[in-house]
């Protein structure tokens, strides 16, 4: 099985709410990573979590807090975010090593109104 | 640092025809080279990876590219286009550092398939 899942599908919030996003997957995989697509662009990475700590951080804004519970579950937090922040947000997996496939979720639209 | 450079923002072709989407590389150290496919409104599909195995690689769906390094490049292929096949498609090198590993991405090129 090579699923990340991730919830939810879509998520409406205004710039005053907390909210989160959860990525899942059971394939054993030691590295998570949070990228950020905006339309008709590749991914940017914002965040890298390496068993369980975390080891790349873009230079993301404050607003955005990551937090890797376990070794097979990610979330992202989210608060005081900005209309701009509004984007595909995908989750991906890997084995941790540089040949290794980062396997995809489907991604969490979010709309910051 | 390393990076990739796709020529090409939007590529169509007809039914049936040769697909080409190019891929060049910029590395000082031998690369690890990726080709994934993103349709509309999701999350993003491997459909092949060069680790220096073989320097012809074969994917999903019957792509395939082949490294060349005296070309730096990492060009995708399908000999035969179906509708099916158009989507977005990105390059990407992968990069790692003292503090981890993480993959670069070309800007992407959009395949358009007409009948």
Same mark, same amino acid.
């Given at each position: 099985d090579t699923e990340v899942t991730q919830t939810p599908k879509h998520l409406v919030m205004g710039m005053t709410n907390k909210k989160s996003l959860k990525c899942e997957q059971h394939m054993g995989h030691r590295a998570m990573y949070?990228?950020?697509q905006k339309a008709k662009k590749p991914p940017? $990475?914002?965040?890298?979590?390496?068993?369980?700590k975390l080891s790349i951080n873009e230079s993301v804004p404050s607003r955005f807090s990551p937090e890797c519970p376990n070794s097979s579950l990610l979330n $992202?937090? $989210?608060?005081? $975010?900005?209309?701009e922040d509004s984007a595909l947000?995908?989750?991906a997996s890997s084995q941790d090593g540089e040949r290794d496939t980062q396997y995809f979720g489907p991604g969490t639209r979010l709309t910051v109104l | 640092a390393?990076? !990739?450079?796709?020529?090409?923002?939007?590529v169509? !072709?007809?039914?049936?025809?040769?697909?080409?989407l190019r891929c060049n590389y910029s590395s000082s150290v031998p690369?690890?080279?990726f080709w994934y496919v993103q349709y509309p409104n999701q999350g993003l599909q491997l459909l092949l990876k060069y680790t220096s195995a073989a320097t012809l690689v074969k994917g999903i769906n019957g792509f395939e590219a082949e490294f060349k390094k005296s070309e730096t490049?990492?060009?995708?292929?399908k000999p035969s286009a179906h509708m099916s096949d158009a989507a977005e498609y990105f390059c990407a090198v992968s990069h790692t550092n003292q503090a981890g590993t993480a993959l670069i991405f070309g800007k992407g090129t959009t395949l358009s398939v007409s009948s």
């Amino acid at each position: 099985d090579t699923e990340v899942t991730q919830t939810p599908k879509h998520l409406v919030m205004g710039m005053t709410n907390k909210k989160s996003l959860k990525c899942e997957q059971h394939m054993g995989h030691r590295a998570m990573y949070w990228y950020k697509q905006k339309a008709k662009k590749p991914p940017e $990475l914002m965040f890298v979590y390496s068993y369980e700590k975390l080891s790349i951080n873009e230079s993301v804004p404050s607003r955005f807090s990551p937090e890797c519970p376990n070794s097979s579950l990610l979330n $992202l937090h $989210l608060h005081a $975010l900005q209309p701009e922040d509004s984007a595909l947000y995908l989750c991906a997996s890997s084995q941790d090593g540089e040949r290794d496939t980062q396997y995809f979720g489907p991604g969490t639209r979010l709309t910051v109104l | 640092a390393q990076s !990739v450079t796709q020529l090409g923002s939007h590529v169509s !072709v007809s039914e049936g025809a040769l697909v080409l989407l190019r891929c060049n590389y910029s590395s000082s150290v031998p690369p690890y080279l990726f080709w994934y496919v993103q349709y509309p409104n999701q999350g993003l599909q491997l459909l092949l990876k060069y680790t220096s195995a073989a320097t012809l690689v074969k994917g999903i769906n019957g792509f395939e590219a082949e490294f060349k390094k005296s070309e730096t490049s990492f060009h995708l292929t399908k000999p035969s286009a179906h509708m099916s096949d158009a989507a977005e498609y990105f390059c990407a090198v992968s990069h790692t550092n003292q503090a981890g590993t993480a993959l670069i991405f070309g800007k992407g090129t959009t395949l358009s398939v007409s009948s």
